[in-house]
């Protein structure tokens, strides 16, 4: 019976050991699990920041472009109106280049119609001179010869009637040259009125163009929303389920390490997908802006090809003027001519 005793107390302090170092083992199991789970926790918050800081990085640079771009544009804004400010007065000093010549013909025909002008009446009146002194010459013959005076006062007076229909006939034609001068001055005045208003005019605006270097988009609402979506999945994951307390020591080891290891990587996966999506959205903005630069520039070649066009237009209306005004006073010169020798 002591002997039973004693071997049953011997049994039940060994089972108390076993109980005791099971305890002590599952309580280590525990604490290291804990400890674990600390660290992931850790690690993620860092990656968390990381990430944080790449996506600040990211904006920043991509502000920073922005920036950049518009910088340029407005500085390529003033240089184009300064180019195009030069261009009007290049244009402006050409015009009146060549108006110069021009003015200078017109002053010059009409310097030299005033003389034509001056030198007939001084023949005119040296014409009505001599008349007189005809007349007084023909008046003494006829006192000293009354036959030949009757006959030559007949003559005279059909002379006289011939040189009064002449000087009506040049009178007249000096009254309608006259007209014609002066209807030709008006004609030149209004043709030069025209050529100085379409000169003048306002140049074809330019089209409107779009603006040198929009930004490129940000990211779409939806490429937004899977983005945060996979934040918001990402951070819902479940924690690693706690061991049982029943069971051996590798089960419980084995069964939290498979939980983590899936748990890495969805989570890898996650921000694998996360990249990729950043990617394809820096590649949708690149794309963007590519294709308004290529319609910017389009737009700029069709505005300088219209500008030409226009300038192209003014120069032939130019031509067609002078050509006018050169016919004008050709015309006017024969009619002079044909008049003189008549």
């Given at each position: ?7 049953e107390?011997?049994e ?42 790449e ?37 402006a ?17 009409r ?6 002008q ?23 013959e ?6 030949l005076?009757?006959?030559r ?21 000096i ?9 030709q001055?008006?004609?030149?005045a ?8 379409q ?31 996979s ?5 819902a ?14 089960a ?16 890898a ?6 990249e990729k999506e950043?990617?394809l ?7 963007a ?8 520039l389009?737009?700029?070649?069709d ?24 016919r004008?006073k050709?015309?006017?010169?024969h009619?002079?001519?044909?008049n003189l020798?008549?």
């Amino acid at each position: 019976k002591a002997i039973r005793q004693h071997l049953e107390q011997v049994e039940a302090r060994r089972n108390r050991r076993l109980d005791e170092k099971q305890q002590r083992s599952h309580k280590t199991s525990m604490s290291r699990l804990a400890s674990k789970k600390e660290e992931t926790a850790a690690k993620e918050r860092r990656q968390g920041e990381l990430l944080a800081r790449e996506r600040d990085h990211m904006r920043q640079d991509v502000e920073r472009q922005i920036r950049e771009r518009d910088a340029q544009a407005s500085l390529r804004k003033e240089r184009d109106a300064a180019r195009l400010v030069k261009v009007a007065e290049i244009e402006a000093r050409r015009t009146e280049q060549q108006k110069e010549p021009m003015r200078a013909m017109l002053e010059r025909h009409r310097n030299e119609r005033r003389r034509e002008q001056e030198r007939q009446q001084l023949a005119v009146r040296r014409q009505k001179a001599r008349e007189s002194e005809r007349a007084a010459a023909r008046r003494d013959e006829e006192r000293a010869q009354t036959e030949l005076d009757r006959r030559r006062e007949e003559n005279i007076k059909l002379r006289e009637k011939a040189i009064k229909d002449r000087a009506d006939a040049y009178h007249r034609r000096i009254g309608s040259e006259k007209r014609i001068r002066q209807e030709q001055m008006q004609h030149d005045a209004v043709i030069k009125k025209k050529s100085q208003m379409q000169l003048s005019a306002p140049p074809v605006p330019a089209l409107e163009a779009p603006p040198s270097a929009i930004p490129p988009p940000t990211l779409s609402e939806e490429d937004a929303h899977r983005w945060a979506t996979s934040m918001q999945e990402d951070q819902a994951l479940p924690a690693a389920p706690k061991a049982e307390k029943k069971g051996t020591k590798g089960a419980a080891v084995k069964k939290a390490g498979g939980e983590k290891i899936s748990l890495e990587a969805k989570r890898a996966s996650n921000i694998a997908a996360r990249e990729k999506e950043r990617n394809l959205a820096q590649l949708d903005m690149l794309w963007a802006w590519q294709r308004h630069e290529k319609q910017r520039l389009k737009d700029e070649e069709d505005v300088k090809e219209q500008r030409r066009a226009d300038r192209a237009a003014e120069k032939e209306e130019i031509k067609r003027l002078s050509e006018e005004i050169q016919r004008s006073k050709e015309q006017l010169e024969h009619t002079r001519e044909v008049n003189l020798i008549k």
